[in-house]
Each structure stands twice: as C-alpha cells, then as structure tokens.
C-alpha cells in the first residue's frame, strides 16, 4: 500500500499555523475519505481536519497540544489498494527525506544560511535573539516548530547568535545574555515571557495549565500590540432615542422573528453605515502599502468561558438592523456550541466589540489584527445631562471608545468616524428608522 501525508491545512486568509487540540483516530483505525482525522485550533476558528483519502492510519506525527505550520506533516495514511512496491518506495523515500531535512538543517547551521522556518518561528526568534541554527528540531524532519521556540524562551535557555556549539548542544545562556540574530533589532523584553520557575506558587494556589484555544488568544493579542502602535478616543452619545425605540418593538419582534432584537445590532448598522461615508477606517495596513477595503464585514466579538472568537457578519452595510440581529443571534449559538466554520470568520474589516454586556462603562480594546481599528461599545446608563435649554434631564448615555492603529489612522479622521455613529444613533426613531 501507498503512503500518504496528511498536511496542517490553511484555515484562514491569514493562519499560519494551527495547534492539534484533539485526535479523532487513532493509529490502525480505518477511515474514509473525508471522515474528520483531528480538531485543529487557531488564533480565527476551531475546526475539524478531514481526511484526504481512504485508508489506515499508520502513524500520527503532531501529539495533541503541538503546534504547526501550515503545511507541516501531522499524520500518514496507507491508502488502501495501492501496489506493495509504492510502500517500499515511499519509505525509503520519507526517510530519506528526513535525512536530507537534517542534513539541510545542519548544514544551514555550519554554514550560516538560512534554513526553511515558518514565519511564525522567524518571527519569535526574532523578537528574543533565538539564533536558529543553534537550535534542534522536534517537528518532522528535525524542522523547528512555533513549539520548540516557545519552550526554549519559557526554560531560558537560548542560544545566542555566534554561538559555535552544534544545534543539539548549545549552551545555554541568560535573557541578560543574549544578543540579537537579526542586526540593529534589539530582543523582546524578558519580563514578556517570564519563566514560570520565577513565579513563586504558594500554598493554596491553583496552576491552570494554558489551554490551546487560550495561547492562540495571547499570540494574536501579542502580535496586534507589538505590531501597531495602539491610539484611543472616546465620544459620549445620547442613545435616549435609540433605548425608547427598541423598547416599543422588542416583545413583537421576538415573537414576530423568534430571536432578540438587540441594542447591539442598531450600533453594528451605525457603524457600517459610518465606515461607508468613511472608507479610510475600513482599511488595513500592509508594509509598503495602505489596504483600503471595498467590501464593509464587521466582526464581532463572541465570548465563552474559557474563549473569545470573533465571527463575521459580510456585507454589513447591505443589511438591514432585523437582518444584523438574526446574524449577531446565529453566530453567537454556533459559537457557543462549537459549531463555528472557518468562513464564519473570514473577511473582517473592522471589529464592534459589545463590551457594554457585562457592565463595562470605558474600556481600551486591542486591534483585531490586521485591521486598522476596533470600537467597543459601553453599557448604556442612566445618567443626569445638561440639555439644549439649559435644564438638567436624565438621559440614556452610552461611551463609544475606539481604538486605532495609529500607521493607518490619524485622530481627524477617527473624530469624524466617531461623531457620525454618534449622530446615527441620536437620531434613532420610529419616524426615520427601519427595522427592516
């Protein structure tokens, strides 16, 4: 029988890789083509892995809990009906593969050059002074894996550029110690991945180990405050209107439609409607280049215990509020029984985060990379203002706080962004608002 990879798929636009949270079969098993092989979890989506083909399982190559790349081998299949003599040729072929992979990686070290890494490993060894050809492989082929450079920067043991000790042995040294693998790029700051040996663990305390689903979170937070210098402004608006309106339809609607008209889903159709009139926040940046986005897709924010997933609604400003509130209804079910499909989370634009669910009055979110800018949106309090006459009335108030990536956006253009939602949504009523 023929021998067939299985490879980490690409399960977004802009994954690069993807942790094995979960093994759905097991060595010897037989499987069909398309039957799910594995749960795969990335920084966008959970998802299941299908087979390719038909066959037994002859070895599983990533243990659950292990990153790869997009690409990288996680499994092998005999595939059923193939001749013996394509077995006997793909082993000797596989291994010498794996020779050859070594033997590259070697020879990368002894010689200085650059050997195949993923961008995520260039990337953290950039950021901590990782010399990589100091460094031993544990993915296939002896290939260095997002894994092997995390662990190395938790134990502190990393090799630094110069260094002339082989991959497999190299000395270890101190964070004060290390010198950057990249020229004038200065490491990331120790205290960003402090070793847990310096946290002391008293009596009482509880350890929680990280889950996959939670370091993809912190690798994609990381990356978005490394990455774009971070600015915020607020504007206060008066959603009297907008509380009085939706109050009057909530009960008939839910009846009529058989899902809740939410408060949110009248700000996600502001906030479209806003970024059609200003199409430079809907933009995205790109090194050499400023993206600007045809297409107006607001992610939204869906929490769970343990999780924050952010699914798309496409085409918002083509939507009606009754169309968004359907929307906003099915995603957050999908999230919240596991359901949720790569395209559901594809094709963000700009990211509304309805932090005001829980309470929240003021906050400063984190860019949802690699948007340009993200708005949270405060929970709506009763609260006495100064009105036009000069009188003191108690209004309904709500905070609009939006966070920028200040490479894409300066604050005359965000200001007028913010005041346009804020006048949408003041001038909410039943006379000059459809619900559908």
Not at 242 to 264: A, H
């Amino acid at each position: 029988m023929a021998v067939e990879q299985i490879k980490m798929p690409q399960l977004g636009e802009s994954v690069t890789e993807g942790t094995i949270s979960k093994w759905l079969v097991n060595v010897g098993d037989k499987v069909n083509k398309y039957d799910p092989l594995a749960e795969v979890m990335t920084d966008k989506v959970n998802a299941e892995v299908p087979s390719s083909f038909a066959g037994v399982i002859k070895e599983l190559i990533a243990a659950e809990g292990d990153t790869l790349a997009v690409g990288e081998i996680i499994c092998t299949i005999e595939i059923e009906g193939g001749a013996d003599i394509n077995a006997e040729a793909a082993a000797p072929e596989s291994k010498q593969q794996a020779v050859s992979d070594s033997n590259e990686a070697v020879t990368a070290a002894e010689q200085g050059s650059k050997a195949r890494y993923s961008p995520a490993v260039l990337k953290l060894s950039q950021e901590h002074g990782i010399d990589l050809t100091q460094v031993s492989g544990t993915g296939a082929g002896g290939r260095i894996t997002r894994k092997d450079i995390l662990k190395l920067i938790e134990s502190g043991n990393i090799p630094a550029a110069g260094q002339q000790t082989a991959p497999a042995k190299a000395q270890a040294v101190s964070l004060e110690q290390v010198k950057p693998a990249v020229p004038n790029q200065a490491p990331a700051a120790p205290a960003q991945t402090a070793p847990a040996a310096n946290i002391p663990v008293a009596a009482g305390d509880i350890e929680i180990p990280v889950t996959g689903v939670r370091k993809a979170i912190a690798a994609n937070m990381l990356r978005s405050k490394h990455e774009a210098p971070h600015a915020w402004t607020m504007v206060e608006v008066d959603a009297t209107n907008l509380v009085e309106y939706r109050n009057t339809l909530k009960d008939e609607f839910k009846q009529k439609e058989g899902f809740n008209l939410t408060f949110f889903a009248f700000f996600v159709k502001a906030v479209a409607q806003a970024l059609k009139e200003f199409p430079q926040i809907n933009s995205m940046w790109a090194g050499d280049k400023i993206i600007q986005k045809k297409d107006i897709n607001i992610s939204i924010a869906v929490a769970t215990d343990d999780a924050l997933f952010v699914p798309v609604i496409k085409n918002a400003d083509e939507k009606t509020i009754k169309g968004i509130a359907r929307e906003i209804s099915e995603l957050a079910v999908k999230v919240r029984n596991g359901k949720l499909k790569a395209e559901d989370m594809q094709g963000g634009t700009f990211t509304v985060n309805n932090t005001g669910s829980f309470g929240s009055v003021q906050s400063m979110g984190i860019i949802n990379y690699p948007q340009a800018a993200i708005l949270q949106v405060e929970s709506i309090v009763k609260r006495p203002v100064v009105v036009n006459n000069g009188m003191i009335a108690v209004r309904d108030m709500v905070n609009l706080c939006l966070s920028l990536d200040h490479r894409v956006l300066d604050g005359l253009v965000c200001g007028r962004f913010l005041a346009r939602v804020k006048e949408i949504i003041e001038n909410i009523s039943k006379s000059n608002t459809s619900i559908y």
